[in-house]
């Protein structure tokens, strides 16, 4: 039995503008380095790491499939996480607003191809979750001591929906 259906929309600035960044590149580029052959967008995401610093790692995870069984977020108290897939696929992002230290009700987004998240600091969200393999993504976040993440099970879970 499921909670109730959350269904995805489109992963926008605007919609994720309260949980976290929208790595993409549209627009005109900030500049234009490497003798005019390579536009830069410069400093696209909220990095924040408390008192750690930023690492880089890579998550190879295993792909799920739509409709998708939620049931379990997690946020990261310490510091921000970026997760910027390493092939042209989209993946589900799935988030919510702290609702006095547990999260409210969630959100799913789909990214378009190219794009990539920025999650900020204490977000609740997800598990990674690719729709297609390989499921390969550059993740940077915090490294650093102490507890930074914290779990929450949905019981009874979400069921998203394309």
């Known amino acids: 039995m499921f909670r109730s259906d959350i269904q995805c929309q489109p992963l926008t600035t ?49 792909p799920r499939a739509l409709p998708y069984t939620l049931d379990l977020l997690e946020r990261h108290p310490e510091g921000s996480q970026a997760f910027i897939p390493m092939s042209e696929h989209s993946f589900l992002v799935t988030v919510a607003l702290d609702d ?23 977000t609740w969200h997800g598990v990674l979750t690719p729709l297609h393999a390989p499921g390969l993504f550059a993740v940077v976040d915090r490294i650093g001591p102490g507890a930074n993440l914290q779990e929450f099970s949905l019981d009874p879970p979400y069921r998203v929906v394309s």
């Not at 006095?100 to 191809?113: E, I, K, R, S, Y």
């Open 14 to 62: 605007e919609a994720f503008a309260p949980f976290g960044d929208v790595l993409e590149c549209v627009g005109d580029p900030d500049k234009l380095i490497n003798a005019g052959m390579c536009g830069r967008f410069h400093d696209r995401a909220r990095m924040d790491f408390g008192d750690g610093q930023a690492g880089v790692s890579l998550f190879k995870a295993t």
């Open 100 to 122: 006095d230290g547990v999260p409210g009700q969630p959100l799913a987004f789909l990214t378009a191809p190219g794009q990539g998240i920025n999650l900020h600091r204490g």
